[in-house]
């Protein structure tokens, strides 16, 4: 697909939203191989982005279209990725992206895993007053 090699060229923040923009204008006329693979290159380069301003338009565009192609199992995955590369922001920052990417925790483990995320949210604020 040669729009995705000129795409993989830009700078991360240019090149997720054109991922999340393309995306969206082709779908029904990508395959799934297709779909999955702008996928990843969207989340390699969401994962990049130092900006929660762009996170906060990427991720949410990006979350059920992860729920709808991926299996539980690479989702799961992935998910432990974006956990681990934004862990290191601020703790609002964080709490923007987990706020985004709530499909992925809901297909992952239900309203449950919802619930629990919430708690734990919760309880780390208790400790930090």
Known sequence: MQVLTYVLRQEPTQRAETLTKLLKQLEGN??????EEILTEAL??????????????????????????????????????????????????????????IPVILALGGKEAVEATFQAIQQVCRWWR
């Open 44 to 101: 390699a380069a969401a994962r990049e982005l130092a900006s929660a301003e762009y996170r906060a338009v990427v991720l949410p565009a990006l979350a059920p279209k992860l729920v709808e192609c991926y299996p539980t199992s690479k989702l799961a995955g992935e998910w432990q990725a974006i956990l681990r590369s934004y862990s290191t922001n601020q703790r609002s920052d964080l709490l923007q992206d987990i706020k985004a990417i």
């Open 30 to 35: 990508l395959s799934t191989q297709e779909q």
